[in-house]
């Protein structure tokens, strides 16, 4: 009989234990994530790692996960409608587009194949495309390759495929080779008309929002 109280007071301290491991101890029950609540970035998708920051949402962050745009949208799980450009609705109704630069703008005068608008990019990079021929000037026109700030990372000329003395599209072509900004992984490709006349009202650019990877 002693044996058997003897049992159940060991079974009763060894759960008492347990308790206290499981439920009371503040190392153990401590996130092992870093808080970046604040920092101004929604840290939806995250790692796994004393140093990697705890996964964040509009209920447990709302100062950095407030729905600002298409990419915050998309993030947050939202629905994504097809269209052209994308659009993106939110549960409470609010619907954000994408940003594709100017090209429904400057389609009849220019049209990009790669890459394409919000594509990941990375050096060196081939850019093709299609043109009308008074886009050129000698079979030729600059293409520009800048950061978010506007700084210049890269610059080229892009050539023509084929006969460029038409109205008609000619396809071109030109390689970008770049170093990628350390501080943001967003860009713009620029596509300007050749102007040898200099005259600003004779300007005119095809503006491609990229992404560095």
């Known amino acids: 009989m002693k044996k058997i109280y003897l049992i159940i007071i060991v079974l009763i301290i060894v759960l008492v234990g347990l308790y206290f491991i499981f439920t009371r101890c503040d190392e153990c029950s401590a996130p092992v994530c870093e808080d970046k609540c604040g920092d101004g970035e929604c840290q939806r998708v995250v790692c796994q790692g004393s140093e990697c920051p705890c996964a964040e949402d509009i209920n447990s ?10 990419k915050d949208c998309v993030e947050a799980g939202n629905v994504i409608m097809e269209s ?34 919000n594509q990941e990019i990375e050096s060196p990079i081939l850019i093709q495309g299609q043109a009308r021929g008074y886009w050129f000037f ?76």
């Open 61 to 70: 962050c709302p100062l950095d996960c407030v729905i600002q745009n298409f």
């Open 84 to 117: 052209y450009p994308r659009q993106c609705r939110t549960e409470d109704g609010r619907i954000f587009t994408e940003d594709i630069g100017n090209e429904l703008e400057k389609i009849d005068l220019i049209r990009i194949d790669n890459p394409r608008p």
């Open 138 to 213: 000698e079979a030729s026109f600059p293409v520009v390759l800048v950061d978010w700030d506007g700084r210049i990372i890269a610059q080229g000329i892009a050539q023509a495929k084929s006969d460029w003395m038409t109205e008609d599209f000619v396809p071109f072509e030109v390689v970008l080779e770049f170093e990628k900004p350390e501080y943001s992984n967003r860009g713009v490709l620029i596509l300007q008309k050749d102007n040898p006349s200099g005259l600003p009202e004779n300007d005119d650019a095809l503006e491609v929002p990229i992404l560095f990877k």
